[in-house]
Each structure stands twice: as structure tokens, then as C-alpha cells.
């Protein structure tokens, strides 16, 4: 158990749809990161949050957002859902704000279904 | 062409053997991950590096920055290590990993 965890588990909806996956950190840790991992792309860093503010962006759609709130939890929001946008989201969370200083412990992620 | 290779992309081995998963990528990094994912999906750090060596138990990460090459040894190997293992360079004023496509290793009693 890494210590980081992701509600839901499992995420059926219909593309148009609007869903939001949580994450909470590892107690201490300040750093939130998001990723997707489809079959054909693969893993892809999403977006990071350090400390409530963003830090560092990825391949992010527009249709996509997060934030990162006051008890350091985080949101990611999916909106206009497209049958691309099944996969695997993974945040992560680390101490550190910085990808080179510390460990990113991986939460279990959320399967998201969009039919 | 992906800017993160791994090789082999697939690896069978009998249990006991010595396995070796190489990386390379194409510019300068801060840091190198290696993540174990689990065939139920869960993804493990395993090492986070930026020069030589680190071992944590039967498993040995090097990294080589001139050579834009790293390495992931398991020795005597055993059917639980069977997972994907991503390599997850961090280019320099990034912050951000980019991964490489896996590799599946499966060990065999």
C-alpha cells in the first residue's frame, strides 16, 4: 500500500458525459501528479500540482482540468468525454516539488470506461 | 521514433536466471524512474536515480549520462518479479517524466 489513494476504483459513463476523479496524497507529501495510460499511448504525465498551486503541465487536453485543495487532495475533472479517453488515470504523489529530488508514490488508479 | 527506448520489449526467463532491461534517451535528464507495474495495474517506484548505481534487494539500477543509458538488473530471478518495467527519464527543466513503452518480463518456475 503506497499510502496514496484514488476514488473510484471503476468508472463507467457515456462520452459527452463529465466525471471527477479524486486522489489524496501520502500525509506529508505536497506534490500531486496526474497520468494517463491508454493501450495505445501508453503512460503520459497529465499535469502536477505542488503545494495547492500547478507546476508543471503535460499532454493535458482542454477538455481536462484539476486542482489541488487546502488539504493538499486533488481533483482531476473530464469533461465532453470521448471513447479515447478510456484508459488508466494514476496520480501520484511525492514530497518533493521537484521530479528529480524525490520518490513519486503511485496511488491505484482509477479505470475509467467511456461507452 | 520514441524519445525513451527500451529493449527488450518482451522477456521470458526461468526462475533463478539474471535478467537485464536496458533504457536510452536522446537528451539531457535530471533524473531516471524506474517504475514496476503489476499485471493488476498497481505501479511500484523502484529506483529514482541521476548517476551511477543504486541496489534495493535483488535489484541494481544504473545509469550511465554520458551514454544516455540506464539499466535495470534482477538477479536470481523468481516468478514474482513477472510485471511491466517502465523507465521514466526527466529531461532537464521539465519536470516532467517521459516513459518509455515497457517492458513485459515473465519468469518461469
Known amino acids: 500500500d503506497s499510502g496514496v489513494t484514488q476514488t473510484p476504483k471503476h468508472l463507467i459513463t457515456a462520452t459527452g458525459q463529465r466525471v471527477t476523479l479524486r486522489c489524496s496524497p501520502r500525509?506529508?507529501?505536497?506534490?500531486v501528479y496526474w497520468y494517463q495510460q491508454s493501450l495505445d499511448q501508453g503512460l503520459q504525465f497529465l499535469i502536477q500540482y505542488y503545494n495547492g498551486e500547478e507546476r508543471a503541465k503535460g499532454n493535458i487536453l482542454e477538455r481536462f482540468s484539476a486542482q489541488q485543495f487546502p488539504d493538499l487532495h486533488s481533483e482531476l475533472n473530464l469533461s465532453s468525454l470521448e471513447l479515447g479517453d478510456s484508459a488508466l488515470y494514476f496520480c501520484?504523489?511525492?514530497?518533493?516539488?521537484?521530479?528529480?529530488?524525490?520518490?513519486?508514490?503511485f496511488g491505484p488508479g482509477t479505470r475509467l470506461t467511456v461507452l | 521514433k520514441n524519445e525513451v527506448e527500451q529493449s527488450p520489449q518482451n522477456l521470458t526467463a526461468q526462475e533463478g536466471e539474471f535478467i537485464t532491461i536496458n533504457c536510452s534517451y536522446s537528451v539531457g535528464i535530471s533524473a531516471l524512474h524506474w517504475l514496476q507495474q503489476h499485471p493488476g495495474g498497481g505501479i511500484v517506484s523502484l529506483f529514482m536515480?541521476?548517476?551511477g548505481k543504486k541496489k534495493h534487494g535483488r535489484l541494481i539500477a544504473t545509469i550511465n549520462i554520458q551514454e544516455k543509458h540506464s539499466s535495470l538488473h534482477i538477479t536470481a530471478s523468481h516468478p514474482r518479479d513477472s510485471a511491466v518495467y517502465i523507465c521514466a527519464p526527466s529531461y532537464y527543466n521539465t519536470d516532467k517524466l517521459i516513459f518509455g513503452t515497457g517492458t513485459r518480463l515473465q519468469v518461469f518456475p
Open positions: 500525509s506529508g507529501d505536497l506534490s
Open positions: 536515480l541521476s548517476s
Open positions: 501520484a504523489s511525492s514530497v518533493a516539488g521537484t521530479i528529480a529530488l524525490a520518490t513519486q508514490y
